[in-house]
């Protein structure tokens, strides 16, 4: 398995180190794209402060990185590092006076005031996790006022022995008090909350061909099992399928499985979720689920290298941007998406050490 990771993480730079082309964007009629911000070396998750600066992880750098855009012409006018030498730092929230910060091996808080563009102290840690597979951790905050922690798989098929991994973990703001909250996704990269309801992404496994298993956005609830590792879903809300090439177990452990509610193309590797809560946008994409597809790496036609929107509703599943992939040449690899507070919709591209601006209208 070792190995498997290995290969994914060299596909990964490889694509990112092979872009030479501007991405040549397509989107719905009335929408634009413009440049926010350059210069970043691996710009993932992003966050807005309550004083309204988006706040980006950068775990290539191990920073926090704050972009200002005071004079409000949709263009980043400065940037500061708010916090350095951080273990890849990804899923970002603030909550309580504090902004908390997941690592690849925990999750850490800074005491944050509105305005604050650098760290007044050091990184409190809260809580260990365990290393190594899938690097990215994720941190967000339910309407509970708990703090809810997403933990890939180790592998790419197999029975993990930390409970931790392919699992969501909610805990008390502090750290303490952790349990299961969602288990079976293999790689849960993306979580939103819409009013009481959490939604997340999930990476499937890989080795199955260019067509299996189709990548999936859950409605995660409490106590729920998503399948992985012994099933997937094939089509959204029925039943889940028995993985024949994992031998653990029969297939009577789908029947107890809770399916995703939308697909999209087997390893486009969905990340990042938001939901839109904007005002610019015209009124059928307000509270649309808006998902960035990270794109493949062992797929013979990639797929993925986009953003689509998910209706929370139905679960259909329709293009929005598009132009990272030109052909089979990669030209960008879309991660996060924000809600900015003029309206406009923040994208990550952690291949360009980009963040884009979508708007409607000039």
Not at 91 to 117: E, I
Not at 138 to 156: E, H, I, L, Q, R
Request: proline share 6%; with cysteine; net charge positive.
């Amino acid at each position: 398995m070792k190995h498997l990771i290995s290969l994914a993480l060299l596909a990964v730079g490889s694509l990112g180190a092979a872009q030479t082309q501007a991405p040549e964007f397509k989107a719905p009629s009335g929408f634009q794209v413009g440049l926010y911000a350059d210069g970043l070396k691996q710009p993932r998750f992003m966050a807005l402060s309550p004083s309204g600066e988006v706040f980006v992880s950068d775990p290539g750098a191990g920073t926090i990185e704050v972009l200002a855009d005071r004079n409000g012409d949709g263009k980043t006018d400065g940037r500061t590092t708010f916090a350095s030498g951080l273990n890849k730092p990804h899923g970002l929230a603030f909550h309580g006076g504090y902004l908390y910060v997941a690592n690849t091996d925990g999750v850490v808080r800074f005491p944050y005031k509105s305005g604050d563009r650098k760290a007044s102290a050091a990184a409190q840690k809260l809580l260990s996790l365990p290393e190594g597979g899938h690097w990215t951790r994720t941190v967000t905050f339910g309407p509970d006022g708990k703090m809810y922690v997403a933990t890939g798989s180790s592998c790419n098929v197999c029975e993990e022995k930390d409970a931790r991994r392919a699992a969501i973990w909610v805990y008390d703001a502090d750290g303490k008090n952790g349990k299961p909250y969602a288990t079976g996704l293999r790689n849960s990269v993306g979580q939103v909350w819409v009013g009481q309801q959490m939604y997340a992404t999930s990476n499937g496994r890989d080795m199955l061909g260019d067509d299996l298993p189709p990548e999936g956005i859950y409605k995660a609830a409490a106590g729920k099992f998503y399948g992985w590792p012994y099933c997937y879903t094939v089509k959204p809300g029925q039943p889940q399928v028995w993985d024949s090439d994992f031998k653990g177990k029969t297939a009577e452990v789908c029947k107890q499985a809770t399916p995703a509610f939308a697909l999209t193309t087997a390893h486009a590797a969905p990340l990042g979720i938001t939901a839109y809560t904007g005002k610019t946008f015209p009124a059928a994409y307000r509270g649309q689920l808006f998902v960035a597809l990270h794109g493949s790496w062992n797929r013979t036609q990639k797929s993925g290298y986009k953003v689509v929107t998910v209706d929370p509703g139905s679960g259909k599943v329709s293009d929005f941007l598009t132009g990272f992939l030109k052909g089979q040449s990669v030209t960008g690899r879309p991660v996060d998406l924000l809600t900015a507070p003029d309206g406009s919709l923040l994208l990550t591209d952690d291949s360009s050490g980009k963040i884009w601006r979508i708007q409607y209208g000039k």
